[in-house]
């Protein structure tokens, strides 16, 4: 008989941003008046570019007239965006990506939590930590979980490697040989990024020992310096290990609109030999009918001219933020790290206060809301995160409170 997975009950779900929520709404309760700034939020502010704009009422339009009218979109995309992203995003950058090699979806959260589906049920897996949480959780309600240990409250076939200021945020090869390897960079939540040489160094790992690295490139967009990849196709040797996932969310501001691909080579097997492109175009085929034609158009827009040059202004902006918050906390003394190539700002909490110490320190003296690092992971502790998806102003005015305590 079938037996649901109960594993999935132990994990500690939404409990971070929850518990943040309760904190902060029974704080609005007993003051009314205070201001808050939110610097906790994962969602972008400004409006979608005025190119996808257009391209969305056009594409409505389009869906209107018996001539134009569009169905079930393909199953893996329309020719015309998966050709974009793969010029645009990758042959643009010299990685060798076929245009059929590119999965269009509806965003990266689903593709992160689904990808695992095309892999065998006792494979380990390797995660940052701290971590997204996505990538431990959709495991574990898959069952790739192995014995649970009360203690560590932690699963045997899930394996953590620590992200610290020792390792300047670049996890080491974890003990045991993992079959799946999540990697984001730039990193959420510490705002830091791999550099070409660390990236190539998981790559030959992966390779040497047959694990398949999912790479999550959700904050690409914000990458300033030269010497960070945008892709780990740019990577030698990536195409024989590497899927990588992409969003149309933080760049472009399809955090409502829903937008992403995945990436995965054609050359690319399992640790068993078995063939990931096909599994996933099976998967995809199966269970998803298809991104919206009007939201694929609208990703499509991103690749235009003005629509390049709307989403760097649109990342500026943000950038702007990210560096005033990074310059303020440190010029106060502050140890700062993110907020170059990312828009989070990951800093230590002072005077050994733990992250949600200074969760309540923040909330109650400067009315300031952000979210504790412990939350992401045990490695996480005594670090905080501060996002620059807000305004320019709420920065300044967030800096002005916590410079005053
Ligand atoms: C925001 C975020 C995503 C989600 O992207 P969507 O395309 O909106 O689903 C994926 N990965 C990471 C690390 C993120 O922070």
């Not at 593709?111 to 390797?126: H, P, R, T, Y």
């Not at 140890?335 to 949600?356: C, Q």
Request: with cysteine; hydrophobic share 35%.
């Amino acid at each position: 008989m079938f037996q649901a997975n109960s594993d999935y009950l132990k994990l500690p779900g939404s409990y971070l941003f929850s518990t943040i929520a309760k904190k902060t709404n029974a704080y609005m309760a007993e003051h009314p008046d205070a201001s808050l700034i939110r610097m906790g939020i994962g969602d972008v502010t400004q409006p979608l570019p005025p190119a996808v704009i257009e391209a969305l009422h056009k594409a409505v339009d389009e869906m209107g007239r018996a001539e134009t009218f569009r169905g079930y979109a393909p199953d893996l995309g329309y020719e015309f965006l998966r050709h974009a992203i793969a010029e645009n995003d990758y042959r643009a950058r010299g990685c060798e990506i076929a245009d059929d090699e590119v999965f269009v979806s509806d965003g990266a959260k689903s593709d992160s939590g689904n990808i695992q589906e095309i892999f065998e049920k006792d494979n380990v897996i390797a995660v940052c930590d701290p971590v997204y949480p996505v990538y431990v959780d959709s495991n574990v309600m898959a069952g790739r979980t192995g014995e649970y240990d009360d203690k560590t409250t932690r699963w045997s076939n899930v394996v953590y490697m620590p992200c610290t200021e020792k390792n300047g945020f670049c996890p080491a090869f974890p003990d045991r040989t993992p079959d799946i390897i999540y990697i984001c960079s730039p990193n959420n939540p510490t705002g830091t990024a791999l550099n070409r040489q660390q990236l190539q160094i998981w790559v030959d790992y992966a390779n040497a020992n047959k694990a398949v690295i999912i790479f999550d490139s959700a904050y690409e967009a914000y990458i300033c310096e030269d010497d960070i990849p945008h892709s780990i196709f740019e990577c030698e040797g990536a195409r024989t290990c590497a899927i990588e996932i992409k969003s149309f969310s933080k760049n472009a501001a399809f955090t409502g609109l829903r937008l992403g691909a995945t990436i995965i080579p054609k050359d690319l097997k399992d640790g068993n030999g078995h063939d990931l492109y096909s599994l996933w175009a099976r998967r995809h085929g199966t269970k998803y009918n298809g991104a919206p034609y009007i939201v694929q158009r609208a990703g499509e827009a991103c690749y235009t001219e003005d629509g390049k040059q709307q989403i760097k202004e649109m990342v500026g902006r943000y950038m702007k933020n990210a560096s005033f918050i990074k310059t303020s906390l440190k010029d106060m003394g502050y140890e700062v790290y993110g907020g170059v190539n990312s828009p989070y700002i990951w800093l230590k909490a002072p005077h050994d206060m733990t992250s949600w110490e200074f969760f309540d320190y923040l909330l109650d003296k400067a009315h300031v809301v952000g979210t504790p690092g412990s939350g992401f992971g045990p490695s996480g502790e005594h670090f905080f995160r501060l996002t620059s998806f807000g305004t320019y102003e709420n920065s300044q005015e967030a800096m002005r409170r916590i410079k005053e305590l």
